[in-house]
């Protein structure tokens, strides 16, 4: 074995955040975002698991997603998530789905997009969150109480509480934060336990999502986020 092949470090596998949801390592073609998937097998001959975001396309990647029942659906949360798309899609034969006014950022391929919200499944559903950019989109699983997919329209802050993060690119503010407002109206403690963040998945300090997410959420002073100045 020469020194680049010592040298070469195999990639992480995917870590169960429950029992059908998994998280990806970060991915530096999304800027370090991290990816999910879903399982939601409804027969041995038909899945309809859900891959939100892109992981880093690897062999490794691929064969865990094909032994897990392949991907039907690859859902981008934002522009940021896209990532090797053409390539996922390519491999696995999955239907990408994005917000409209995002889609036009991959032409190369064939996409499904929606304006408001897109159903998936009984337990999944996604819907538009704009703000952090023209097209950001969350996906909400009812399972385990409701588990949110962030994107980055929230994030674990460095006490790893969720919090909307203004940034040097975030497309508009004032709407990111009603966006969050319209989360307290449309779920409550019994429908959001969970949040998983697309990204700044370090702050939570090997926790795997960030529980509690309805009451941390209406802990959040928006009033006060409305003069919050951009992160670098």
Not at 203 to 228: P, S, V, W
Request: hydrophobic letters at 35%; a negative charge.
């Amino acid at each position: 074995m020469d020194s680049t092949e010592q040298s070469k470090t195999p990639p992480k596998a995917p870590r169960r955040v429950f029992d059908t949801i998994f998280a990806f390592p970060p991915n530096r073609h999304t800027l370090g975002a991290t990816a999910y998937l879903i399982l939601e097998n409804d027969s041995p001959d038909q899945a309809s698991n859900i891959l939100i975001d892109c992981p880093a396309w690897e062999e490794s990647t691929h064969q865990f997603l094909q032994d897990h029942g392949g991907v039907r659906w690859l859902f981008l949360t934002h522009r940021g998530g896209i990532g090797q798309v053409a390539k996922i899609q390519d491999a696995l034969g999955c239907e990408v789905v994005i917000q409209e006014q995002e889609a036009y950022l991959i032409p190369e391929i064939s996409v499904t997009s929606f304006q408001y919200e897109f159903v998936f499944s009984p337990t999944s559903r996604a819907f538009w969150t704009p703000g952090h950019s023209p097209g950001c989109a969350c996906l909400h699983h009812s399972e385990y109480g409701g588990v949110l997919f962030t994107g980055r329209h929230l994030l674990p802050t460095r006490e790893g509480q969720p919090a909307p993060l203004r940034v040097s690119k975030t497309f508009h503010w004032p709407r990111q934060l009603r966006s969050v407002k319209r989360l307290l109206d449309d779920f409550n403690s019994e429908t959001l336990s969970y949040l998983c963040p697309g990204a700044n998945s370090g702050f939570l300090r090997g926790k795997r999502a960030i529980a509690n997410a309805y009451e941390q959420l209406q802990q959040l002073d928006l009033d006060a986020y409305e003069h919050a100045k951009p992160l670098l």
